[in-house]
């Protein structure tokens, strides 16, 4: 029977990897690629929308999943997510229309959904507190690795095949991934029956799309209808959880200091993060007129420093335990983004690059810990759903933030009609560009960069406030931690 074999955790490891060098690739090969698909495909107005659509299915199936793993297990989930993410990901490189992109894209993030928090809760499950802390330096690594490759790997795609193969550059990873995944991976999982919370489901998927109207627009009655909505249904929402048998997201966790703490610092760092990779790469190409290569290469160094800081930190916190980095790491986070907004219309891509790198080290020492201090406050059938929660908050957190930075931007380009509605497209192309009027060239260009510099600054904004939320983290003693984390998973891990 499958429940008696071991799992093979080398290979699980392996297929998780493999997982989220998917996920890591279309961070920063969507990120290179996007400019150029603006540039076939039009819809500069659109542009925000194929991030925030991705986040936003990402957002409401994360902590869906995270409970279903908790019931079901995280095997079906994860094979589940994979399966998705493929799909949306062929589906998405077919487009041919910005519409049609943002819908795959959609897609696709519901996979991501899925797959990413099961990569995490599974390495939680199969290995101990200390073995946690080096597996999520080596996730770290490889992480980084794919993702510093990704502009380089983009940037070649654009240049010498087209823009459609960054997402179909997906399938062999998937495909090995199911593989190692299904075969390597076993675990027993308590069967009795349970009452899935399918309204509180259907609330929190609302909620977070009204959420999303509410913050991608400024002004207008949409904002404000959307704005109100969104507060009504996540009202109804908590209160059904307060109710249900087995409530989607149990609200008791939030009781603990370190779920909360984790789980509002995660959201605005999330923001933080997410608005410097979608707009990072706009700026070198719209503003400092730079190729795709360039706008990938910009934000790659965050890829470099990330997975760095992550092997460190995970193996620092035996030593010196979660609060000292989630310190550090968020207050190198603030620094980063206060440098981004102080460079403004100086920034040079060198400039770029470093503040990137530093911003990098910052997620990655603060992160690690800020995860497994929340896997190791918890038994196994709520691992699922704490480490999606936290995950949840930070992408919501960047549907906000992007959804916001992206009105921000259309209503700033909106300021000057002289600028055509799609001059903002054809300057991302160089043969659009070269068909711009000057005196276009030059209204466009001074629209956007005022656009991004206030982009940047609510970037450097949410980065002092995630370090100012850090400081209320509670001190967690490892010796706990480690025996909360003894609560083993009912599987049978082994090298076997």
Known sequence: MASERKTHRALT??????ALAMAALESTVVATAMPTVIGDLGGIHQYAWVTTAYLLTSSVLVPICGKLSDIYGRKPIMLFGIAVFLLGSIASGAARSMPQLIAFRALQGAGAGAMQPMAMTISGDIFDLKERARIQGVFGAAWGLFGIIGPMVGGLIVRYLSWRWVFYINIPFGAASVALVGTSFHERVDRRPHALDFLGAALLSAGVVALLLATGRLGGWTTLLAAIASAALFAVFFAVERRAPEPMIPLPLFRRPVMLISNVAGAILGGAMMGTITFVPLFVQGVLRGTPTDAGSAIAPMLIGWPIASAIGGRLIPRVGFRPLIWIGLGVTAAAGLALALGGTHDTPLMLRATTLVFGVGMGLSNVAL??????????????????STMFSRLLGGVVAVGVMGGVLTAQLAKDPSIPEDAASRLLTAEGARGLDPSILQHLGEALTSGLTTVFWIIAAMGIAGFV???WFPRVPLQAAGGDASVGPPSEAGIG
């Open 469 to 471: 939320a850090a400081l």
């Open 13 to 18: 490891v392996a297929g998780l990897i493999l």
């Open 371 to 388: 995860l497994i201090a929340v896997q190791s406050s918890v038994a196994w059938d709520q691992r699922g759903i704490a480490t999606a």
